[in-house]
């Protein structure tokens, strides 16, 4: 059972501009939600992440936005640079459970 | 610090053999995970352990399937007999209590079953 979702596969982006990634989620008991970032050949790497009493989360570049009525959290990045390129799962718990990764690339 | 660390990187194996992927987990974190990483699936938690002791293994698809953690510093999971649909990224990754909810990953073990 895919208790989280990204429903898209993949994002490209021009480099400086904004990159929205999306996630959804059916468990409401989940109360804590997180994003990895993942480059080929790699294990995926802890990016930030948002508790449920929150609904937004920000660290420079990266903003996580979390609207629990509708069971959604975005990750939003600004400016996007090239750098960005690679693969976004979203995460949520307890237990933890993963999207399937949405491929963003960033254009120079 | 050496991070999680995986072994084999790649595997390539027959149907019918036995594989064995190994995990050292980062000193003093006593959580450790394996996921297992498909195109269909995405990343799927398959078993998880708190201070060796395994938790929660709803994730391990079958019998085929079975892990151990002898010690805090090594776990292995063991598929036996593999089967081709078995083939996938099979990640490991540990946590400590102190930040439990973010898990450090290794690099991956990319199992071929022909």
């Known amino acids: 059972d895919q208790q989280v979702k990204q429903n898209s596969p993949s994002l490209s982006v021009q480099e400086g501009r904004i990159s929205i990634l999306n996630c959804d989620y059916t468990n409401s008991m989940f109360d804590y939600f997180l994003w990895y970032k993942k480059y080929p050949a790699e294990g995926p790497t802890f990016l930030i992440s948002?508790?449920?009493?929150?609904d937004k989360n920000e660290d420079g570049r990266f903003t996580v936005f979390l609207n629990k009525s509708a069971k959604h959290l975005s990750l939003h990045i600004v400016p996007s640079q090239p750098g960005d390129s690679a693969v976004y799962f979203c995460a949520a718990r307890a237990p933890m459970r993963f999207g399937a990764g949405t491929r963003l690339t960033v254009k120079p | 610090d050496a991070g999680v660390i995986q072994s084999p990187r790649h595997e390539v194996t027959e149907m019918g053999q036995e594989v064995t992927l190994r995990c050292k987990p980062i000193s003093g974190h006593n959580s450790l995970f394996w996921y297992r990483q498909t195109m269909m699936r995405g990343l799927e938690l398959l078993i998880y352990?708190?201070?060796?002791?395994?938790?929660?293994d709803s994730g391990m698809p079958e019998d085929r399937f079975s892990a151990k953690m002898p010690n805090a510093s090594f776990s292995t999971l063991k598929i036996q007999p593999s089967e081709p649909r078995d083939s996938a990224v099979y990640f490991c990754a540990s946590s400590s209590t102190r930040v439990p909810d973010t898990q450090y990953f290794g690099p991956g073990t990319r199992l071929t079953v022909l």
């Open positions: 948002i508790s449920s009493i929150k």
């Open positions: 352990f708190n201070n060796n002791v395994p938790i929660d």
